[in-house]
């Protein structure tokens, strides 16, 4: 079955650590995107990848890193500067970047700072 | 800056009773227009989305939206709402002139009362 995997589910950090949240798709999809969820605030935009090799800042890329050396891997890199990292965690990705192509999710990674 | 809001926080309903939850949207023109739904600790899927056209749009799992262009509003409705629909429901909009991001709303969390 086609579809968005990351891994792991839940993660626990330690303050000063650095923690690497994996995605992955098999749909052929050229657009990844990473999302921060928190309660009450909707999902907000860390990075996006139109293509391979290529990504973007989203609104709260403060403390975050990625990489897309592969077409279906999209790995969110949280680093010791992100100060409340603490979160739920959504890749999601879609055909191509455009306006009017339904983005596709995975089921999240639950990053704990302990 | 362009907005979604959702004014109900959270909504309590009874099984079989019916559904609408309220989608606003700030943006001078007319945006693409989306519903998602969040099981817990889950993904995102798509209900259902309007690009142009029809104004009622039908999706899936029995839901249908309508978009008002005077109200500036997505409201998205069922008739008759089974124990399975509680869940998180998130409206979002896509600007024609921002083809890579997604505005999410804050969410409206349904509680299904059998």
């Known amino acids: 079955d086609g579809g968005i995997t990351q891994s792991p589910k839940y993660l626990f950090r330690k303050e000063g650590q650095n923690v690497t949240l994996s995605c992955e798709q098999n749909?052929?999809?050229?657009?990844m995107y990473w999302y921060r969820q928190d309660p009450g605030q909707g999902l907000r935009l860390i990075y996006y990848s139109q293509i391979v090799n290529d990504f973007q800042k989203g609104d709260i890329a403060e403390g975050y890193s990625v990489s897309r050396e592969k077409k279906e891997s999209f790995p969110l890199t949280v680093t010791s500067a992100q100060k409340n990292p603490t979160a739920f965690y959504l890749c999601?990705?879609?055909?191509?970047?455009?306006?009017?192509?339904?983005?596709?999710f995975g089921p999240g990674t639950r990053l704990t700072v302990l | 800056a362009q907005s979604v809001t959702q004014p109900d926080i959270h909504i309590t309903v009874s099984e079989g009773a019916s559904l609408e939850l309220r989608c606003n949207y700030s943006?001078?023109?007319?945006?693409?227009l989306f519903w998602y739904v969040q099981s817990p600790g889950q993904g995102l899927q798509l209900l259902l989305k309007?690009?142009?056209?029809?104004?009622l749009v039908q999706g899936i799992k029995g839901f249908e939206a309508e978009f008002k262009r005077s109200q500036s509003s997505f409201n998205l409705r069922k008739p008759s709402v089974h124990w399975s629909d509680a869940a998180e429901y998130f409206c979002a909009v896509v600007t024609k002139t921002s083809y890579d991001k997604v505005i999410f709303g804050p969410g409206t969390s349904l509680s299904v009362i059998p």
């Open positions: 749909l052929n999809h050229d657009a």
């Open positions: 309007y690009f142009s056209g029809d104004t």
């Open positions: 999601a990705s879609s055909i191509f970047a455009g306006s009017h192509n339904e983005q596709f």
């Open positions: 943006y001078g023109a007319t945006p693409y």
